[in-house]
């Protein structure tokens, strides 16, 4: 891990464990999961938002007062609004995309869950996705959030990631470790 994603993971980890902690104590962690998710919607649908929070070119005043109209705009709750204003006060908010990632996780260990990202060659319906949960809950113990994706380049298969562990059954793996065993014998 480079030094300045690292730096920038320390300070989104302290703001996410406050607000976490907050919303916990105000019995408002349901709220919190979803100014989450809004926020993860805005920073990969806008790039105006993404460049408002990463720009050194605003100033911390013209960033706090954008800040506090989008949360307005967004009906975030008043911790994570709050928590948005000061982290532009202190110009800190180029670390939000970490922050929602520490958030997110933080939930989802008070929840007891999971998330597994899935890489499939191409979509899987609603039924497939469940099974594969369910699959993925009786192996690992927790309940599993499923994160999809699709890879057309892996031909067929799946490429599943569950924290440190990976499973990767796709077809371009296969043909790639073929190819491998080949050349050790050629």
């Keep these: 891990m480079s030094e300045p994603v690292s730096i920038s993971t320390g300070i989104a980890g302290r703001y996410a464990t406050a607000v976490f902690e907050l919303a916990k104590e105000g019995k408002k962690l349901k709220a919190l999961e979803t100014d989450v998710d809004t926020l993860d919607a805005a920073l990969a649908e806008s790039a105006d938002f993404r460049d408002l929070i990463a720009s050194p070119l605003y100033s911390r005043e013209q960033q706090a007062e954008a800040i506090v109209a989008i949360a307005k705009k967004m009906k975030l709750s008043p911790v994570v609004a709050n928590t948005l204003n000061l982290m532009a006060t202190k110009r800190r908010l180029f670390v939000l995309p970490q922050l929602v990632v520490a958030l997110r996780g933080l939930i989802a260990d008070e929840k007891g869950e999971v998330t597994a990202d899935v890489t499939a060659a191409k979509a899987l ?25 699709v890879d057309e380049s892996l031909i067929g298969g799946l490429v599943v990631k569950v924290g440190s562990k990976m499973i990767d059954t796709s077809i371009r793996s296969k043909l790639a470790s073929l190819q491998n065993s080949m050349k050790e014998v050629g």
């Design 125 to 149: 319906t609603k039924v497939q996705q469940d099974k594969l949960a369910k699959t993925l809950t009786a192996t690992v113990g927790k309940d599993v959030k499923i994160n999809m994706s």
